[in-house]
């Protein structure tokens, strides 16, 4: 990053990424968006050391370090109809709107349910689409280490949301 335009395109780039990371770390989005913003001002101020593979990478690495920082535990803050408000259907039924909603609620619920470490490979996979070594970039851990983790959040997503609604623990 040598000049302010530089910096400005890798925000364009990146914000969105940064903030889907944080939000999903964290659960709430004034927090999100603080740490959005944190994340950038030290990318910023350490322009000259990115000594990552990637810039992405180098900006998830900041948030993950923010948030493991300052101990966060994700508290879900949007509900499922905002959720399901983001991505309406063009014209659902009010029953298919519900079944939405539960799906979301379920989901949202399993993906909180996962240890940190395992929530935090399976967003940066499934949500972001890196790969293992990107990952592993981001994180600070072994390729094998985080084939392992996804390969347990997988394992243990599908297996919440295939639980009886009644049961899930």
Not at 26 to 52: C, K, N, P, V
Not at 102 to 118: D, F, N, T, V, Y
Not at 122 to 147: F, K, N
Request: proline share 5%; with cysteine; net charge neutral.
């Amino acid at each position: 990053m040598s000049s302010p335009n530089d910096f400005a395109l890798i925000y364009r780039q990146h914000a969105g990424a940064v903030f889907r990371l944080a939000f999903l770390l964290t659960g709430q989005r004034a927090e999100a968006e603080d740490l959005t913003s944190e994340t950038f001002a030290r990318a910023l101020a350490s322009a000259g050391a990115i000594r990552h593979e990637t810039v992405r990478s180098y900006l998830y690495a900041i948030v993950r370090n923010l948030v493991a920082s300052k101990h966060r535990r994700p508290a879900v803050e949007e509900s499922a109809d905002e959720a399901a408000a983001r991505h309406p259907d063009p014209d659902p039924t009010p029953e298919v709107q519900l079944e939405i909603r539960q799906r979301l609620a379920r989901a949202g619920a399993g993906l909180a349910s996962l240890k940190e470490s395992e929530r935090q490979v399976l967003v940066l996979c499934g949500i972001d689409g890196l790969d293992p070594t990107q990952i592993a970039d981001a994180l600070g851990l072994e390729p094998g280490a985080v084939r392992v983790r996804l390969h347990r959040a997988r394992r243990q997503l599908a297996a919440w949301l295939n639980e009886p609604q009644g049961e899930a623990t």
